[in-house]
T-cell receptor, first 113, second 112 residues
Framework: DTAVSQTPKYLVTQMGNDKSIKCEQN?????MYWYKQDSKKFLKIMFS???????INETVPNRFSPKSPDKAHLNLHINSLELGDSAVYFC????????????FGPGTRLTVT | TQLLEQSPQFLSIQEGENLTVYCNSS?????LQWYRQEPGEGPVLLVT?????EVKKLKRLTFQFGDARKDSSLHITAAQPGDTGLYLC????????????FGTGTRLKVLA
């Protein structure tokens, strides 16, 4: 019973391509997130959705577009991939309230060649 | 500028030793979490601290939230190889942008 799942686990693609990463959570959480973890293991939030509404949109290129078809899903679409987009992308979810305890997916390792 | 600094950045110790990881900021946090991340996996929540001065224990791990809610520490007693991983603190700031931020991380390796 996976709580937060992501597909694919690995994604290797060429510069200029468009790709999507899917995320699903079965925890009944209202809020979902996308994070980027760089080679130094620093986790930086990219987007946050609450009940299908965008609430956080950090400074990321507009080539990145999140889509939330329902509150259990938050997908990440990336256009015109660049070498610098190579990283591990994590989806997470949480309940609103005091103490934002987040539950993370296994990550998607994106390699752009 | 990192808003939540962790120290040390790297730590390699022998099994059975004790260690402390620090998480410091100039910002005040309404809550702070500690996570552990193993290679190829996502971070896993260990604990949440909310009240200034709060101490929580999880088996051999002791977590403390600073009185002013600007810092936290994680102390591991008698470390075991299974404790190896990346430890991340994260917090919800009470003001400013970037409300929920992660620390810079501490990579711990416990040698058998």
């Amino acid at each position: 019973d996976t709580a937060v799942s992501q597909t694919p686990k690995y994604l290797v693609t060429q510069m200029g391509n468009d790709k999507s990463i899917k995320c699903e959570q079965n925890l009944g959480h209202d809020t979902m997130y996308w994070y980027k973890q760089d080679s130094k293991k620093f986790l930086k939030i990219m987007f946050s959705y609450n009940n299908k509404e965008l609430i956080i949109n950090e400074t990321v290129p507009n080539r990145f577009s999140p889509k939330s078809p329902d509150k259990a899903h938050l997908n990440l679409h990336i256009n015109s991939l660049e070498l610098g987009d190579s990283a591990v992308y994590f989806c997470a979810s949480s309940l609103p309230g005091q103490g934002i305890e987040q539950y993370f997916g296994p990550g998607t390792r994106l390699t752009v060649t | 500028t990192q808003l939540l600094e962790q120290s040390p950045q790297f730590l390699s110790i022998q099994e059975g030793e004790n260690l402390t990881v620090y998480c410091n900021s100039s910002s005040v946090f309404s809550s702070l979490q500690w996570y552990r991340q193993e290679p190829g996996e996502g971070p896993v929540l260990l604990v949440t601290v909310v009240t200034g001065g709060e101490v929580k224990k999880l088996k051999r791990l002791t977590f403390q939230f600073g009185d002013a809610r600007k810092d936290s520490s994680l102390h591991i007693t008698a470390a075991q190889p299974g404790d190896t991983g990346l430890y991340l603190c994260a917090g919800e700031r009470t003001s400013g942008t970037y409300k929920y931020i992660f620390g810079t991380g501490t990579r711990l390796k416990v040698l058998a």
